[in-house]
């Protein structure tokens, strides 16, 4: 057997069977504090009661189609629709976007960090 065919046969035995304990090191659950991103249609936004100006976004997952609660707190969720900045409280239910979260032990539920809307319904507050 050639030095060519050799090399060629370990290397195709290297890439066809996986690291030992390459997939048990990865978790069930999202570790704590790391970044998720989900395509997702809001379907109602909740104002929060009091001075935090934070709202609890219902999104549905368009993957999965699961449905899940989101705090989007308002100082620390960015809101995007086309090219401007929005408050979380603006948004209604029916928008579609790219949500950026994560889950924190400090929360009962994920975070919202960014929300990108495509397709827009936003409540009008000049009045």
């Known amino acids: ?3 060519k065919t050799l ?3 370990l290397l195709g035995v290297m890439l066809a069977v996986p690291l030992s304990g390459a997939q048990a090191e990865e978790p069930n659950e999202p570790v704590s504090g790391s970044y ?3 395509q997702g249609e809001i379907l109602d936004v909740e104002m929060e009661e009091g001075e935090s100006e934070g709202a609890i ?3 549905r997952d368009l993957e999965s189609s699961q449905t899940d609660r989101f705090y989007a707190d308002a100082q620390r969720t960015t809101v995007q629709i086309g090219s401007s ?3 979380v409280t603006e948004v209604l239910g029916g928008s579609t976007g790219t949500m950026i979260y994560r889950r924190v032990p ?3 539920m994920p975070e919202l960090i960014y929300v990108k809307v495509n397709q827009s319904l936003v409540r009008d507050t000049s009045s």
């Open 85 to 87: 900045i929005a408050k």
């Open 36 to 38: 998720q991103v989900l």
């Open 106 to 108: 400090e929360h009962p």
């Open 1 to 3: 057997m050639g030095q």
């Open 7 to 9: 090399i060629s046969l």
């Open 57 to 59: 976004y219902h999104i």
